[in-house]
């Protein structure tokens, strides 16, 4: 059972660097809709990094991919960043973002530059998603990184 931040002292978690690693197993990419990664849940967070890894090939088929919030109280599915072409991406390609909402999902071949988000998130509960825009097969692994900035914040995988 992952350690829950939760039951932990948060001061202590803050010194770390990049907080909280939480990994979700490969997965296929959803097809022409969104999928569910990561749930923040117990208070707001502070996500630091997000990085995918493509474990399968994804199709050659065109695929507008992103990452999208949702929140669990009032408010609309909110991008964390513009669409990616993933179309036939292979094995080892690392996607991550910018935490700018405006930037495009970026994709780097077998390290990614800049993974650090340069303008770190607060979420508060909900759930991160990937958004496909096409029916691809093709696998990714994703990690996310993060520090609770409430009592009880944490994130799982879904």
């Given at each position: 059972?992952?350690?829950?931040?939760?039951?932990q002292?948060a001061k202590a978690?803050?010194?770390?660097?990049?907080?909280?690693r939480?990994?979700k197993?490969?997965a296929t990419?959803p097809?022409t809709a969104?999928g569910?990664?990561f749930?923040?849940a117990?208070?707001r967070?502070l996500v630091k990094m997000i990085?995918?890894?493509?474990?399968?090939?994804i199709q050659a088929i065109?695929?507008?991919?992103k990452?999208?919030?949702?929140?669990v109280d009032?408010g609309a599915?909110?991008?964390?960043?513009a669409?990616l072409?993933i179309?036939g991406?292979?094995?080892?390609?690392?996607?991550?973002?910018?935490g700018?909402p405006a930037?495009a999902?970026?994709?780097?071949?077998?390290?990614?530059?800049?993974?650090?988000?340069?303008a770190?998130?607060?979420?508060k509960?909900?759930?991160?998603?990937?958004?496909c825009?096409g029916?691809?097969?093709?696998n990714?692994?994703w990690?996310?990184?993060?520090?609770?900035?409430?009592?009880?914040?944490?994130?799982?995988a879904?």
């Amino acid at each position: 059972m992952p350690l829950n931040p939760a039951t932990q002292d948060a001061k202590a978690f803050e010194a770390i660097g990049l907080g909280f690693r939480v990994d979700k197993a490969t997965a296929t990419l959803p097809q022409t809709a969104a999928g569910d990664l990561f749930r923040v849940a117990g208070g707001r967070v502070l996500v630091k990094m997000i990085v995918g890894e493509v474990t399968t090939i994804i199709q050659a088929i065109a695929n507008a991919t992103k990452l999208t919030f949702d929140p669990v109280d009032a408010g609309a599915t909110q991008d964390l960043c513009a669409t990616l072409d993933i179309t036939g991406d292979a094995v080892g390609v690392m996607y991550h973002i910018s935490g700018t909402p405006a930037d495009a999902l970026r994709d780097n071949l077998n390290f990614a530059r800049g993974t650090l988000i340069a303008a770190p998130l607060i979420l508060k509960p909900g759930d991160i998603m990937l958004d496909c825009a096409g029916s691809a097969t093709g696998n990714v692994k994703w990690s996310i990184w993060y520090i609770p900035v409430e009592e009880g914040g944490n994130i799982a995988a879904l």
